[in-house]
């Protein structure tokens, strides 16, 4: 209170050129950080933006083209572009749920007085980590149809035929969702575990006063004072989702053809194969209003939990 | 009756723990058993767990079959280059917006937030394009730390981590005397070390995981990372699982020392990422 009345003060008596210098000096804090970003993130945001309204192969010599809303137009007729989105939906849409379970139950288990309880938390969360290369190569290897010990093991259980895992049209998107869930539900554990500390333990004594079970206590008392956790976690994970690409092209390298070709695959082969930079600009067009639509989700939802 | 319950709830409660054991540790322990095998040995069913005869020798071939060590050093530079530049910018700028009073304040860290949102993934094409028309700079270590260093996200930590220290202790210094970039160096610094720490750790395994980025702007294998170097070896090398493997574990061991020492870190982080504070 003091501070506010004697900075209000210090404000009106200063003379004009102290705030000059005051706004000088909190722009050289700024300034180093802000350079870099507005050069290396915002100018390139903006040219995304402009990009997708052109025709342009990169090159120095030949200009880019105004061509208006085409590279639009052409996304209805790719083909690839309509795969690639769907799948993408797809994906994100059994990803999303299938990693805040497991994230939320092992929360929960994990937040119980258990019997090295670091140890499983650490566990879990380090293939999140984990360089996404190694790992990858690992589970590929345990996933080989021919020679992996997953296939072998079905075999040896009497599973004549087991599944081609990442190259089997029919079993890939899974293998995918499947590596995508183990390796990212650490993360996301962490943060419900935050969430559950977070709960009043008096709650949970009433609802026992209350008579409540196991079950009962946590759907009626650890669910709903997840909420803001969960929305958090439902969000950042959509987005991710969006996103993928490493896990992509390190499981199946968006195949058995285009199975599981998601939209951040087809603008690096748009942009880096094709060197058709403005409909590559389209399409990433596409994938930031997808993020920029969940994103206002999030914000709208914040405000109503808040 | 009820303790029977209790004990049943128990036992569901380790198997599932045991479960979990094994879900999250055999990839690694196969990874590591897989390591010290002849490539014939690797995929052997019953899985030798323990090989009769470990060939350590493959982790002295991967260190020639391809320049690993260079990796290494490679995205040790960038990573170590790339943390300090975004602990220096970002808590200097966090300051400013945390500590004090200019005109633009709040629409410019209302830009920096609002691109946070904005996946990379959407912009990576036009800025590359930049950087290869504009600044000449494809194919150089230089590229990917301007890419990485500058971040909005390190400035958002930074800045809500600096608005918790009490503005008393500023205006005590501006009292004595002190410039603001003094204020800066001898106070807020040292007293953010957790918020540091937290954006160490996380800028760290970003940088030493990243792999579009050089994907996209290293095309000279000597400057390549360690990501990107190890994918090139798995597909030049792609029936050499012995040797995959013990490169993978390599490859694995710094972020594993850094996490293990450093978990705490990690797991703060996040959480005080989540409560939005």
Redesign the interface.
């Known amino acids: 209170m003091t501070?506010e009345i004697?900075v209000k003060r210090a404000k009106t008596v200063t003379p004009k050129i102290r705030r000059r210098r005051?706004?000088l000096?909190?722009?050289s804090?700024?300034a180093?950080?802000?350079?870099?970003?507005a050069?290396?993130?915002?100018?390139?945001?903006v040219?995304?933006v402009v990009?997708s309204f052109m025709k342009w192969n990169?090159s120095?010599v030949q200009p880019p083209r105004f061509v208006g809303l085409d590279n639009y137009a052409h996304l209805f007729r790719d083909r690839r572009f309509v795969e690639a989105f769907f799948n993408t939906i797809i994906y994100t849409a059994v990803t999303v749920p299938v990693t805040m379970i497991f994230a939320l139950l092992?929360a929960v288990?994990l937040n119980?007085k258990?019997f090295a309880r670091n140890f499983?938390r650490?566990?879990?969360?380090?293939?999140y980590?984990?360089?996404?290369?190694?790992?990858a190569?690992?589970?590929n290897?345990?996933f080989?149809p021919e020679?992996?010990?997953v296939n072998?093991?079905l075999r040896?259980l009497g599973i004549a035929n087991p599944p081609g895992w990442a190259v089997d049209p029919n079993w890939a998107m899974v293998t995918l969702i499947m590596f995508s869930v183990?390796k990212n539900m650490g993360?996301y554990m962490?943060?419900y575990?935050?969430?559950l500390q977070?709960i009043s333990p008096d709650l949970y004594e009433a609802a026992s006063l209350d008579g409540a079970n196991?079950f009962q206590k946590f759907r009626y008392v650890t669910i709903p004072q997840l909420e803001a956790?969960n929305f958090?976690?439902l969000v950042m994970l959509t987005?991710q989702c969006?996103?993928v690409?490493?896990i992509v092209l390190?499981i199946t390298n968006a195949g058995p053809g285009t199975k599981t070709l998601v939209l951040?695959f087809h603008?690096?082969n748009v942009?880096?194969k094709q060197w058709d930079?403005g409909y590559?600009?389209a399409i990433?067009?596409v994938?930031?209003l997808m993020?920029?639509i969940v994103?206002v989700l999030q914000f709208r939802g914040?405000k109503k939990t808040a | 009756m009820r303790k029977r319950k209790i004990r049943f709830g128990r036992i569901l409660l380790y198997l599932v723990l045991i479960l979990l054991a094994l879900t999250m540790l055999l990839p690694f322990a196969w990874m590591i058993s897989a390591s010290l095998k002849l490539n014939k040995d690797v995929f052997t069913f019953p899985i030798e767990w323990i090989p009769k005869k470990p060939r350590w020798q493959n982790y002295l071939d991967i260190w020639t079959v391809i320049p690993l060590g260079r990796f290494i050093l490679n995205t040790a530079k960038l990573t170590i280059i790339v943390t300090l530049l975004q602990l220096l910018t970002s808590s200097f700028a966090a300051y400013a917006f945390a500590k004090l009073d200019f005109k633009g304040k709040d629409a410019l860290f209302l830009g920096y937030i609002g691109t946070i949102a904005v996946p990379w993934q959407a912009y990576m094409v036009p800025q590359f394009i930049m950087m290869r028309n504009v600044f000449h700079l494809n194919d150089t270590h230089l590229a990917i730390i301007c890419l990485q260093a500058f971040s909005a996200f390190g400035v958002f930590l930074m800045k809500q981590f600096y608005s918790g220290v009490p503005d008393e202790l500023c205006e005590a210094a501006r009292i004595d005397g002190m410039s603001e970039y003094q204020i800066w160096w001898d106070i807020m610094l040292p007293l953010s070390r957790p918020a540091l720490s937290t954006l160490t750790i996380f800028t760290f395994v970003a940088t030493w995981n990243d792999f579009l980025g050089p994907l996209i702007y290293l095309t000279t294998t000597e400057k390549k990372t360690i990501q990107i170097g190890l994918r090139m070896f798995i597909s030049q090398y792609s029936t050499e699982y012995g040797l995959i493997m013990a490169a993978s574990v390599v490859v694995l061991i710094p972020v594993l020392a850094v996490f293990l020492s450093l978990q705490k870190y990690f797991v703060q982080g996040i959480a005080t990422s989540g409560l939005k504070g």
């Open positions: 501070d004697s005051n706004n000096i909190a722009y804090f700024i180093p950080n802000f350079i870099g970003f050069v290396f993130t915002l100018v390139p945001i040219m995304a990009l990169g120095g092992l288990i119980q258990i499983f650490t566990i879990t969360f380090f293939p980590v984990a360089s996404l290369v190694a790992v190569a690992v589970w290897a345990l080989s020679k992996g010990p072998e093991m040896a183990w993360y962490v943060m575990l935050a969430g977070g196991s956790t958090l976690v987005i969006f996103k690409y490493d390190m951040v603008i690096y942009a880096f930079l590559a600009g990433s067009m994938l930031f993020v920029m994103t914040e």
